[in-house]
Nanobody, 123 residues
Framework: QVQLVESGGGLVQAGGSLRLSCAAS????????MGWYRQAPGKQRELVAT???????NYADSVKGRCTISRDNAKNTVYLQMNSLKPEDTAVYFC?????????????????WGQGTQVTVSS
């Protein structure tokens, strides 16, 4: 069982900053790619940013230049620094991790999601 716990969401004024954190815990062999997704009311969940174990990052066009994803592999934690926040960034932000787990004698790559953290940007 793998748990992803997000923190750092909240209410901020437009132009402000927030830093989200997501820590993975439980029983697993390793964590591969990690990322952040978001879902606004009435909209589909969308990619915000992903990062590989080696630190290569990928961003949605809507957040490029304003957000930075990073990770601490020793702590099994991924971060999302968000600057110059806009009202359209308001959403529930979900942590995602591709985790290698052992099931008997077979290893599986499983996608895991956190419970989400609310980010609200006021104008």
């Amino acid at each position: 069982q793998v748990q992803l716990v997000e923190s750092g969401g909240g209410l901020v004024q437009a132009g402000g900053s927030l830093r989200l954190s997501c820590a993975a815990s439980g029983s697993f062999l390793s964590i591969n790619d990690m990322g952040w997704y978001r879902q606004a009311p009435g909209k589909q969940r969308e990619l915000v940013a992903t990062i590989t174990t080696g630190g290569s990052a990928n961003y949605a066009d809507s957040v490029k230049g304003r957000c930075t994803i990073s990770r601490d592999n020793a702590k099994n934690t991924v971060y999302l620094q968000m600057n110059s926040l806009k009202p359209e960034d308001t959403a529930v932000y979900f942590c995602n991790a591709l985790v290698l787990v052992a099931r008997g004698f077979i290893n599986y790559a499983e996608t895991n999601w956190g419970q989400g953290t609310q980010v609200t940007v006021s104008s």
